[in-house]
């Protein structure tokens, strides 16, 4: 059974850290763009970084540009996000996803894997 499970969430304060991982199981997703996206409560889900299936090409939203950086081990199936400077408004589940295409879309509807999430949550 293919699956991603994302891990490393928790409470965080203000302008602290995390790590968040993303495993894959079932097939090897090294030729797979990969992103994470996060949902706030009662928010759409939003793009947060896409990394490509090489690891050459990274994307952020403005919102996380400069303080969150993606990156992917193909050896261990597993993607990585790093989160500095935290904020309260980076509160929300955190979900990692996979894509067929080569690039890592914004549009959470090009991706065909979603892991369950985890949640961040960042205390004033």
């Known amino acids: 059974q293919d699956q991603l499970v994302e891990s490393g969430g928790g409470l965080v304060q203000d302008g602290g850290s995390l790590r968040l991982s993303c495993a894959a199981s079932?097939?090897?997703?090294?030729?797979?763009?990969m992103g994470w996206f996060r949902q706030a409560p009662g928010k759409e889900r939003d793009f947060v970084a896409s990394?490509?299936?090489?690891?050459?090409?990274?994307h952020y939203a403005d919102s996380v540009r400069g303080r969150f950086t993606i990156s992917r081990d193909n050896a261990k199936n597993t993607v990585y996000l790093q989160m500095n400077s935290l904020k309260p408004e980076d509160t929300a589940v955190y979900y990692c996803a996979a894509s067929t295409t080569v690039w890592g879309p914004t549009l959470p509807t090009l991706y065909n894997y979603w892991g369950r999430g985890t949640q961040v949550t960042v205390s004033s």
């Open positions: 990394i490509s299936w090489s690891g050459t090409n990274t």
């Open positions: 079932g097939r090897t997703f090294s030729r797979y763009a």
